[in-house]
């Protein structure tokens, strides 16, 4: 087994990212804080470019390739964040993409990944293997796979979110008890929990899960990898990986506090609030860490508490149905 | 005549809200950009702390008064974000505030303000005035009544926003060709004015307004003062001043360019391509120069723009109007 992914890597990643993503604010709200009796700060990673945190990782790994493999272009699978994260850091770097999508994609998710330069190759979900169509394109291109979590170069390029957390939050004065962060096969929290944890070493972090695909939390409960009984049938589309990743999952046992898990409903609640209080547009299952935050789960009373917001990417039903449980 | 008030004093302003209000992000989009042939930033004022930029002039006011006048109080009226700025700016200060709100005015504003801590007196907007009861309690209680833009330290204090346009510009590598700010009475787009082009002096600023309240704009252009014919009828709820001030009219035609004017259409299409591009929340008011950019009034083919997006304060029925507009 390959050495566990370091702090050092994540400040590798920080300087390759450096003028190519966003420093997205870390946000607080007085109100919010009242209700809830103690500090909420949320990472706006939906104000990041393409709209979720997607880009740093995708970035993070075409900048750490050669030149060799760069120029024989990147091919992965996506029928969302990643698919539009991955388009653009090819863009940016003037990589050849090819991403595979779902037919049934959203219109705008498959327009915006063209829109990045990418070539989009649509498959039927029902009769065709998206994996098996994107190992077909590197066999005969010599394209590069770039998987959407299970990978060095991409969790540590997530945990740049971690390392600006923790230097934002010391610059507000705040040493934070926790840290939380949406989680589908674990890129993003245990990214974070490096980055957070190499300047912050007394901040617990934890992954945030929708209810039915909470695998992390019962593999970290259990210690052994866990699957979801189901691979689709919650409002959150971005967290539906069906079991931790291989790279992931032993990172996420060493440096991730146990697993918080959410209703959708909870999770619809939370995306009512951060419209109304934060201002801010976020995605299902960018809100599932906030959720968690808005409900106890994750305690904010008497602390000092960050989660990621990580994604944007709603379409306008999925978002009146979230402004449509509570009156403003 | 007072002498009219200058970049130092914006300056002086921005010495004031250190630490205060938050330093909000200037966003660009790739997509956007694409379309237009340029580059449009947009300064997300609608993240500032109490929902909108109302807080910037209400503290440096309050910052800017005497230890005695501060003991006495302020009192102000307004429907909605110079009263939640008000409030918080006094809250912040340990001073008694005294907001004089419509018994019509949206619940939540009401509660929002209460919520700082202020006390709010609710008139009848058909039977009674809120300039008399407000002058009623300043002479009563010796308090200071804070204005909600015809005043120096108002539109100072506001024009900090565009000392950190300008800033975040420059850090960006790039020279502002225009910049444009909603206006009601024309405290946010002088001062915003003052502030970029103490930084940025080949910069031209222009003023927002709604069709119908383009008071402003006509002003510039006739000379003279004039007179919007209505006092309602616009989606722009906060942007309903019947007339420029004194104190900012005679800036204003030294300082902005020609006045942009946008439909209510024009401006919920804004606000659905804040939410969908930008995953930004912006109230009808504070998206009309978003708006002006994205019709082509405000040129951004072959330049570099900045738009305030000025506030996020917008119930769920009017976003849901705009969402409505088109396809995600």
Redesign the interface.
């Known amino acids: 087994m390959s050495p566990l992914p370091t702090f050092a890597d994540v400040q590798a990643a920080a300087r390759r990212l450096e003028g190519v993503t ?1 420093r ?2 870390l ?1 607080e ?3 919010v804080n ?1 209700a809830l009796g103690g500090r909420l700060f949320i990472k ?1 990673e ?2 990041q ?1 393409t ?1 979720s945190f997607k880009l740093r990782g995708a970035y993070n790994f075409l900048a750490a390739m050669t030149d060799a493999d760069r120029a024989k272009g990147v091919v992965g699978w996506s029928s969302g964040n990643h698919a539009q994260g991955l388009a ?1 850091a090819a863009r940016l770097m003037g990589v050849k993409a090819t991403i595979v999508m779902p037919s049934d994609a959203p219109a ?1 998710k498959v327009a ?1 990944t063209r ?2 330069g990418a070539e989009v190759i649509l498959y039927d979900r029902v009769k065709e293997s998206r994996e098996a169509i994107g190992h077909g394109i590197a066999e005969k291109t010599g394209a590069t796979i770039v998987p959407p979590y299970d990978h060095p170069w991409i969790l540590t390029g997530q945990g740049t979110a971690g390392i600006e957390i923790a230097e934002q939050a010391k610059a507000a004065g705040v040493t934070l008890d926790a840290v939380a962060a949406p989680c589908s096969g674990g890129g993003l929290a245990t990214g974070v929990a490096l980055g957070v944890q190499g300047l912050s070493p007394t901040t617990a972090v934890h992954a945030g899960e929708p209810a039915g695909f909470d695998d992390l939390a019962r593999s970290l409960a259990s210690g052994t990898k866990q699957k979801n009984d189901k691979l689709s049938g919650s409002i959150c589309d971005a967290l539906l990986a069906p079991t931790p990743g291989d790279v992931t999952f032993p990172l996420a046992q060493k440096v991730l506090g146990p697993g918080l898990v959410v209703s959708d409903d909870e999770v619809l609640d939370a995306m009512e609030l951060a ?8 995605e299902p299952g960018g809100a599932v860490a906030l959720a968690a935050a808005l409900t106890g789960k994750l305690l904010v009373k008497g602390r000092a508490v960050a989660v990621v917001c990580s994604g ?1 990417n ?3 039903e999925t ?2 149905r979230a ?2 449980r ?3």
């Open positions: 966003i997205t604010p946000l709200n007085e109100r009242r706006a939906c104000l470019r709209g653009e705008l915006n829109a990045s419209f109304r209080e934060f201002k801010l547009v976020v944007g709603v379409d306008h978002f009146k402004l449509g509570a009156k403003a």
